[in-house]
């Protein structure tokens, strides 16, 4: 039998509806078989659909006169109930988005219910007894969904295309002190991420970006070029500061890392020392992810080159380091499955690195004591006032860097007008 189209359907019905009010039980079965064979609807719904269409309810008036409505069920009444989420929830949520550095849902939603207690504590936030409990049950796509516009008005720059995946141990050991364990902390990842804005020429700042695999744990420090006695004693620096013992470095095959200085520093602390293949960036995604969520974010595409930026950039690494482990929740992959075409990536809840490392149990690289240390850490921590401690320090650093382009582009403007009149005098 040949489909109809919506508009016979509805046809169809009409024409049934107005037998099927005034019939008897028998008549209305055989009208209502009618309707589901020729319309193909559900019994139900076909049985709704006769009783509704053309059914007269009159109702009372301005003045006492009766107005009649007709029945029409293509015309919803729609719902009408009150929001759940109203202004003040959205305002709450507003600041604390901020404070989190502007995450997504699925990263904020779980983390919520940590975060409110804390900024409470540092008088951050007041809210009502039902705002807050409305704030703890929030599930990740409803904080989405309430935050859709103000995501919209940001016009966040694009997201980092590097993507975390297996890491891959193909690469040549330098040497081995310790099976290589991505199910424990202290086998970091290491990158230096540039900031020659676009160009090349003579020396820029370098930042050296570590991530520890198992827990997200990510230092960085601002070097003052690529040189092998800076790197190495900014990888010093490091390693001194994380809260667990450093059993392995993967870097890449740049010689600010594959040298003699490196190599013996690796020797001597017993750290199992790796490099990933030629180019192959895949081989180190935790770090090159982190490239961009925490270097690039934070501190932009400009050049630095001057002593001054440098103090400012490693200030602000300094409060960075503690905003990041302690109140950025990250989430990561625990299976991919691919079945055709399609890909299916499973994740864990999103927990903050300080969180994964205060769950890593005995033998896993964390003491009781660098545990303590960690929590008395986290409760001294003013999470909104490490965010406008970093602001205040991004706002520095770009005003310093945008005077120097200015003053960079009058200069090379200037020599070209002497040029013009050397030339012309000639």
């Not at 064979?37 to 076909?46: I, M, P, Q, S």
């Not at 919803?76 to 550095?101: F, M, S």
């Not at 190599?263 to 770090?287: A, G, H, L, Y």
């Not at 986290?378 to 965010?387: F, G, H, K, T």
Request: hydrophobic fraction near 35%; glycine fraction near 8%.
């Amino acid at each position: 039998m040949m489909e109809l189209s919506m508009k016979e359907r509805r046809a169809v019905s009409r024409k049934l509806a107005k037998g099927y009010q005034k019939a008897s039980k028998k008549e209305k079965g055989r009208l209502l078989d009618t309707l589901v064979r020729v319309n193909g609807y559900n019994r139900c719904y076909a049985s709704w659909v006769l009783r509704n269409f053309w059914r007269r309810v009159s109702v009372r008036g301005e003045g006492g006169v009766p107005v009649i409505f007709v029945g029409d069920p293509r015309q919803g009444g729609g719902r009408h109930r009150d929001k759940t989420y109203t202004e003040d929830v959205l305002a709450a949520l507003r600041q604390i988005w901020e404070v989190c550095g502007f995450i997504c849902g699925k990263r904020l939603g779980p983390y919520l219910k940590e975060i409110v207690p804390v900024l409470e504590k540092h008088g951050e936030l007041a809210v009502g007894r039902e705002t807050r409990s409305k704030l703890l049950r929030m599930s990740a796509a409803t904080v989405d969904r309430l935050l859709a516009s103000d995501r919209r008005k940001l016009q966040l720059r694009g997201r980092c295309r590097t993507k975390p995946g297996s890491l891959l141990r193909s690469q040549i050991p330098v040497r081995t002190f310790a099976e290589w364990d991505e199910k424990k902390p202290g086998f970091l990842e290491v990158d230096l991420v540039s900031h020659d804005g676009g160009s090349t020429h003579g020396d820029y700042i370098q930042t050296l970006d570590a991530t520890d695999v198992e827990s997200a744990w990510t230092e960085t420090e601002a070097v003052r070029n690529k040189a092998q006695i800076w790197t190495l004693a900014a990888m010093k620096r490091i390693v001194e500061r994380v809260p667990f013992r450093v059993l392995g470095i993967d870097s890449d095959n740049g010689s600010e890392f594959i040298n003699a200085h490196l190599w013996q520093f690796c020797q001597e602390n017993r750290i199992t020392f790796t490099r990933s293949r030629p180019f192959r960036k895949n081989d180190n995604c935790f770090v090159e992810q982190k490239n961009y969520s925490v270097v690039r974010r934070m501190v932009g595409y400009w050049r630095y080159d001057t002593e001054e930026e440098l103090a400012v950039l490693n200030e602000l690494y300094g409060h960075l380091r503690l905003y990041t482990n302690f109140f950025q929740p990250v989430m990561k992959l625990r299976e991919k499955l691919r079945v055709g075409s399609k890909v299916t990536k499973r994740y864990d809840q999103a927990r903050t690195p300080y969180r994964r490392l205060l769950e890593c149990g005995k033998g896993k690289g964390i003491t009781a004591s660098d545990k303590r240390r960690l929590k008395a850490e986290y409760e001294r921590i003013n999470p909104a006032e490490l965010n406008r401690k970093i602001g205040e320090l991004q706002n520095r650093l770009i005003d310093m860097a945008r005077g120097k382009h200015r003053r960079l582009k009058g200069t090379q403007s200037l020599t070209g007008q002497k040029g013009e009149a050397a030339s012309g005098a000639g």
